[in-house]
């Protein structure tokens, strides 16, 4: 079917009271970099860096990969793009830093953890990272995915200060970095929520399943109140900006929660940047927390969705 191409949103993401939410993008390499640009993204809140090592016998050298991220950073010329760390794992294998048996790869030595079985190919990344963001004008923040404890997320910001990249992060998608938020968040300067992969480890359910759609829903409430004890952990580590670079972020309802439960910034596919940035138009921020408390109370993710969905008779 045709389809017809959504409008460049091309603006600042913001509710009907003025409450800036910056709309970013996630993009994996520079094209598709280029392409969020043009519809409208106020930056890149994930760049999944797997495109420059995917289908690689070895890891790719600096000059390859500080080529790479120039690409993505010069798209957004003056502009935050947030680097994502090699998000490698038995199902996402690199033959030189995976283990391809591993029974179960989502449980398995994958994201930061690499970082500790094959020490040094973090750092590298870093290098190049920092030698391509001293070579643009984007403002370059760096996060690591799947850190679990206080200690891995000190332990990241060692490495980014060691390599000169002065605004490190944590995804926040292992339950255990949800609950202990605010140690988690005192060690870096940002969070971002990854409510593809909290979702599945906080209902158990394996994100690639069919048959557990329902259960791997970001509206189930379980997901909701972690991201609301993600958030005051942040408040309460000193101000930590918490924002949602999941899925959940690019649906629109869902994305108005989101604002209400106090997220910052919402990161998500291109296409979703205009119908998000319509509906938050049309709430103000108390309207939004109002939305999140329901969804917060519902006893399922159905009963959430539905709830939130009636009280936004704008969405189609
Ligand atoms: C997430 O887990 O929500 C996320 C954004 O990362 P990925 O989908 O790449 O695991
Ligand atoms: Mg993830």
């Known amino acids: 079917a045709q389809r017809t191409p959504l409008p460049a949103f091309g603006g600042m993401g913001a509710t009907a009271d003025g409450h800036r939410v910056p709309l970013l993008a996630n993009v994996g390499g520079g094209a598709d970099a280029?392409?969020?640009a043009e519809a409208g993204a106020e930056g890149v809140g994930l760049l999944r860096t797997e495109f420059c090592f995917l289908g690689?016998?070895?890891e790719p050298g600096h000059e390859l990969q500080v080529s790479a991220y120039r690409e993505v950073f010069d798209a957004f010329p003056g502009q935050k793009v947030v680097v994502r760390t090699l998000d490698a794992g038995a199902d996402k294998p690199l033959p030189f830093l995976t283990d391809s048996t591993e029974p179960n790869p989502a449980l398995g030595v994958r994201g930061y953890r690499t970082d500790v079985?094959?020490?040094g190919?973090?750092?590298?990344?870093?290098a190049a990272i920092a030698e391509a963001a001293?070579?643009?004008t984007a403002e370059v923040?760096?996060?690591a995915p799947m850190v679990s404890t206080p200690a891995e997320a000190a332990d990241f910001a060692a490495l980014c200060a060691a390599a000169g990249l002065r605004t490190p992060g944590v995804m926040v998608e292992v339950p255990s970095a949800a609950v202990l938020a605010r140690s988690v968040l005192a060690n870096v300067r940002f969070a971002s929520i990854g409510t593809n992969d909290l979702t599945q480890y906080v209902m158990a359910a394996d994100r690639q399943l069919a048959p557990l759609a329902a259960l791997n829903d970001p509206w189930q409430p379980a997901v909701l109140h972690l991201v609301r004890h993600t958030v005051e952990g942040g408040v309460q580590a000193g101000g930590v900006p918490v924002g949602v670079c999941g899925e959940?972020?690019?649906d629109p309802a869902l994305a108005v929660v989101l604002v209400g439960l106090g997220v910052a910034t919402l990161s998500m596919n291109r296409r979703a940047l205009s119908p998000v940035s319509a509906v938050l138009s049309t709430v103000t921020l108390e309207?939004?927390?109002e939305l999140a408390a329901l969804a917060l109370d519902a006893p399922s993710a159905a009963e959430a969705r539905k709830r939130v969905r009636a009280e936004l008779p704008d969405l189609e």
Do not use: D, H, I, T
């Open 117 to 119: 079985s094959v020490p």
């Open 248 to 250: 959940a972020a690019a």
């Open 287 to 289: 309207r939004a927390r």
């Open 134 to 136: 001293g070579a643009s």
């Open 56 to 58: 690689r016998e070895k």
């Open 121 to 126: 190919v973090l750092a590298r990344q870093l």
């Open 34 to 36: 280029r392409a969020a």
């Open 141 to 143: 923040w760096v996060m």
